[in-house]
Nanobody, 120 residues
Framework: QVQLVESGGGLVQAGGSLRLSCAASGTIFSINAMYWYRQAPGKQRELVAS???????NYAESVKGRFIISRDNAKNTMYLQMNSLKPEDTAVYYC??????????????WGQGTQVTVSS
């Protein structure tokens, strides 16, 4: 069993910053790639950023230059530093991870989501 718990969401004015965290716990041998997704009301869930176990990153065009994804492998934790926030960044943000469990099986896990609201 693997659990992902996000934290750090909230209400911020446009131009402000927030830092999201995603902590993984449970039966974990190692974590491969980790991802941040978001879903705005009435829209499909979209991939925001990803990071490999080695630290290679990718970003959606809409957040490039504003968001920074990082991870601390020792703590099984991933972060998303969000700067220069815009109202269109308002969404529920979810973390997702490919986790290698002790039995040698790779599972994909989701967090419960954290709300980010950016006011204009």
């Amino acid at each position: 069993q693997v659990q992902l718990v996000e934290s750090g969401g909230g209400l911020v004015q446009a131009g402000g910053s927030l830092r999201l965290s995603c902590a993984a716990s449970g039966t974990i041998f190692s974590i491969n790639a980790m991802y941040w997704y978001r879903q705005a009301p009435g829209k499909q869930r979209e991939l925001v950023a990803s990071i490999t176990s080695g630290g290679s990153t990718n970003y959606a065009e809409s957040v490039k230059g504003r968001f920074i994804i990082s991870r601390d492998n020792a703590k099984n934790t991933m972060y998303l530093q969000m700067n220069s926030l815009k109202p269109e960044d308002t969404a529920v943000y979810y973390c997702n991870a490919d986790v290698l469990v002790v039995a040698g099986i790779l599972v994909n896990a989701w967090g419960q989501g954290t709300q980010v609201t950016v006011s204009s």
